[in-house]
């Protein structure tokens, strides 16, 4: 199959038809794979699920039906998502258990084992939010969203890591964020762990790779429950610093970029799950509506040398002027402040010296 050239300043290049519409003698392309998804019973995992399972997927849907803080239980979601894949012929069971602890890790891949024999993909997209600003932030939020998040991945990876090294094979998609990657306001404990499971993306990849199993990470950007719970603060703070907004110089966003369903976000998932990704391992993918980009590694966008141990005089001078020249501070303080270093901008209508 002939894929499209990818984008070269003209906008993003259209993606091939979906998964589901290029099966090959009636098989899909996940047939017989056992594939555990946490956070399935809702959003984007729901629809990584349901997509797995129409591609010939046997699917544990895992989902403790919590509130998007994470507290509550509720069944019903996973059971829901479970009876819509058999509904539609298809094989699952539920998984209620929670990420967040080890015990419950083991327990969500032991429900693959034990129901179809073996886990050969594992997809990580539980999570929860306890927005805050730092000053405001407790340590129950701080704690509550890292073992959501970022210790959650391990607790369920190393279980999984586990089989598939002995199988020889195996798949690890993990969610990671913008958050993480670029940063937003009021989601220091959210985007420090989806900036830890970038990493840890990273190094399970490197600790895998030689047994066949590859580990990738998805950035997705979607219309869920989650991005629907960003407080109002948060909001009015990523404004301010023009966050969010259309860069200058950029083409104008297209329909595609402007289709956020949670579904959009499933295809891309499931074919790092599938045979033919044998040889992707290691990155991240930014994924919105029609939208795929693959993410740069982190590294040095611009470099200063001497041969030997720089003096502060000289960094005071070569660093805003050549290391940081043309770069800008995500969240400048206001002009009218009065920082050291930096002069305040006088109001409108005053008089220099003061009053009078």
């Known amino acids: 199959m002939r894929l499209p050239a990818a984008a070269d300043g003209a906008g993003p290049a259209a993606l091939p038809s979906p998964l589901g519409q290029q099966k090959v003698n009636g ?36 989902d403790p039906g ?7 239980h509720d069944a019903g979601p996973a059971d829901q998502v479970v ?27 032991r429900a693959a084992i034990g129901a179809f024999g073996r886990i050969d993909a594992l997809i990580n997209v539980a999570g929860i939010l306890r927005d805050r600003m730092i000053f405001n932030m407790s340590e129950q939020e701080w704690d509550d969203v890292i073992a959501v998040h970022l210790k959650g991945h391990f607790n369920t990876t190393k279980p999984a890591a586990i089989m598939m090294r002995q199988q020889r094979y195996g798949r690890i998609v993990n969610f990671t964020s913008g958050s993480g990657l670029l940063g937003n306001p009021g989601q220091a404990n959210y985007g420090a762990a989806k900036s830890g499971i970038a990493g840890f993306t990273r190094v399970v990849a490197k600790d895998l790779g030689r047994y066949g199993v590859t580990c990738n990470a998805i950035a997705p950007a979607a219309a869920t429950r989650m991005t629907m719970q960003v407080t109002q603060e948060a909001r009015e703070l990523r404004a301010r610093a023009g966050i969010g907004s259309a860069a200058p110089n950029q083409p104008p966003v297209t329909q595609a970029q402007l289709m956020r369903d949670p579904e959009m976000v499933a295809p891309m998932t499931a074919y790092l799950c599938t045979d ?68 305040a901008t006088q109001p409108e209508g005053s008089i220099a010296g003061g009053a009078r």
């Open 27 to 62: 098989m899909g392309a996940l047939e017989g794979k056992s594939i555990v998804i946490t956070g399935a019973g809702r959003g984007i995992g729901r629809g990584v699920a349901l997509l797995c399972a129409r591609e010939g997927a046997r699917v544990v849907v895992n």
């Open 66 to 72: 919590v509130n998007v803080d994470g507290t509550g």
């Open 83 to 109: 009876a819509e894949i058999k509904g539609e012929g298809g094989a699952a069971v539920a998984s209620y258990d929670s990420v967040a602890t080890v015990d419950g890790g083991e327990a969500i891949v």
């Open 276 to 343: 033919e990704a044998w040889n992707v391992n290691g990155q991240i993918f930014h994924v919105a509506g029609g939208t795929v980009g693959l993410a740069h590694h982190p590294t040095p966008a611009r470099t200063i040398w001497k041969p030997a141990m720089w003096t502060l005089d000289e960094l005071c001078e070569a660093v805003p002027a050549q290391l940081m020249a043309g770069t800008s501070n995500p969240a400048p303080p206001p002009p009218d402040l009065d920082i050291p270093g930096r002069p």
